[in-house]
């Protein structure tokens, strides 16, 4: 079992930055795939960005957003920069046992366990 907890979310102007964090339970961290998303009001959760054994982002935050994970801590990380008001939404970390097709990362469905979520909400 695999406890999942995001921290880091806010309110921010459009243009600023926000780190995100997922703290994540157990011994096996690093065997773990780790997503975000992220889910909208009134819109299907979508895939934000994937780490395991490489890292992949969705088209709409490559360049702006930045996964990373810090194994001995149990951890992944979101670092998001030039906010834009349509990234408000509700983030989800997530996290899968072992690798998974790159195509399949993107599908909710994939993954075993998830945190509670973390609100993010941009001013434009």
């Known amino acids: 079992q695999v406890q999942l907890v995001e921290s880091g979310g806010g309110l921010v102007q459009a243009g600023g930055s926000l780190r995100l964090s997922c703290a994540a339970s157990?011994?096996?961290?690093?065997?773990?795939?780790m997503g975000w998303f992220r889910q909208a009001p009134g819109k299907e959760r979508e895939f934000v960005s994937w780490?395991?054994?490489?890292?992949y982002y969705a088209d709409s935050v490559k360049g702006r957003f930045t996964i990373s994970r810090d194994n001995a801590k149990n951890t992944v990380y979101l670092q998001m920069n030039s906010l834009r008001s349509e990234d408000t939404a509700v983030y989800y970390c997530?996290?899968?046992?072992?690798?998974?097709?790159?195509?399949?990362?993107?599908?909710?469905?994939?993954?075993?366990?998830w945190g509670q979520g973390t609100q993010v909400t941009v001013s434009s």
């Open positions: 997530a996290a899968v046992r072992g690798g998974v097709a790159r195509p399949m990362m993107r599908s909710p469905r994939v993954y075993e366990y």
């Open positions: 780490s395991g054994g490489n890292t």
């Open positions: 157990g011994r096996t961290f690093s065997e773990y795939g």
